[in-house]
């Protein structure tokens, strides 16, 4: 049986709005018991709240079966690391997953005396993003924290075009601190350890639209690589790239058609 692993921004979405034919591929799904998940690199809401926002777009989905990068990253601290005070650069739903693994947060008021006391600095897209919050991150990794990037995306898509994504705050902590951070997100494994135990498939399928995380990501976890044009990479940008999807579609909407076509082959012969 094949499962499916969908990207979120520019995939279902953007922004606010629905991509057309993303509620009926789902429904699809539910009515040929086809499992499947999302799995987004952005951790600025947990999985409660984006099930809350696909709510408000008509597509029900459990929280289980969200993930995001925010979740997978909470998760390999406690697996991997120390229990330690965290300052998150980040959105409101990064700091709850941190929070929900029992791990203490320093804001960035408390930050001004406690920098020295920040054990990790965890890097998401922050809409919210200050000098103040770069500065007391700089000053603990540079002190020795550990730097961990929820995800590389450098943009998102929105609805008012391309906009600066968590890679880009890395980048400007990377060249402030000169440190690489450890990154938990799409293409990176770390995550996909999240996902099988989410998942269970013999073959799996992945639904994305950018080229260097979900294609990638694909690629490395020998999943068949589908794109979509409806985010941020374009036919272009595929034909410059050394990483190619197995299969390029308009958007989402196609999916059906194809998902047809696939079990009526898997059908036993008589």
């Known amino acids: 049986m094949i499962g499916i692993i969908f990207d979120m921004d520019g995939v279902i979405y953007r922004g606010k709005e629905p991509i ?40 029900d989905v459990e929280e289980e079966q969200i993930i995001t990068s925010g979740h997978a990253t909470a998760k390999y601290l406690s697996r991997n690391f120390e229990r330690g005070n965290v300052f998150v650069i980040g959105g409101e739903g990064l700091v709850e997953e941190i929070k929900s693994i029992g791990w203490p947060v320093i804001s960035v008021e408390n930050a001004k005396e406690r920098w020295r006391e920040i054990k990790y600095v965890v890097v998401g897209l922050d809409p919210k993003l200050t000098y103040e919050k770069l500065k007391y ?33 890395i980048a400007a902590l990377k060249a402030a601190t000169e440190k690489e951070p450890l990154i938990i997100g799409k293409p990176n494994k770390p995550v996909f350890e999240v996902v099988k135990e989410k998942l ?14 979900d294609i990638e990501f694909a690629k490395r976890i020998n999943a ?27 958007s989402i909407k196609e999916l059906i058609k194809y998902l047809e076509v696939y079990l009526e082959q898997q059908k036993p012969r008589e």
Request: proline share 5%.
């Open 137 to 169: 991150g700089c000053l603990a990794i540079r002190n020795g924290a550990l730097f961990i990037g929820t995800n590389p995306d450098t943009t998102y898509p929105s609805e008012e075009g391309i906009l600066p994504g968590a890679g880009s705050i």
């Open 200 to 213: 269970n498939a013999d073959e799996i399928w992945v639904v994305g639209d950018r080229l260097d995380t």
């Open 224 to 250: 068949k690589a589908i794109m979509v044009l409806t985010g941020v990479n374009t036919l272009e940008d595929i034909e410059k790239s050394k990483v190619k999807p197995d299969v390029v579609m308009p």
């Open 20 to 59: 057309e034919g993303a509620n009926e591929v789902i429904k699809f799904l539910k009515a040929n018991k086809i499992p499947f998940i999302f799995l987004t690199n952005n951790s600025t809401r947990n999985a409660r709240m984006y099930k809350e926002k696909l709510q408000k777009m008509g597509i």
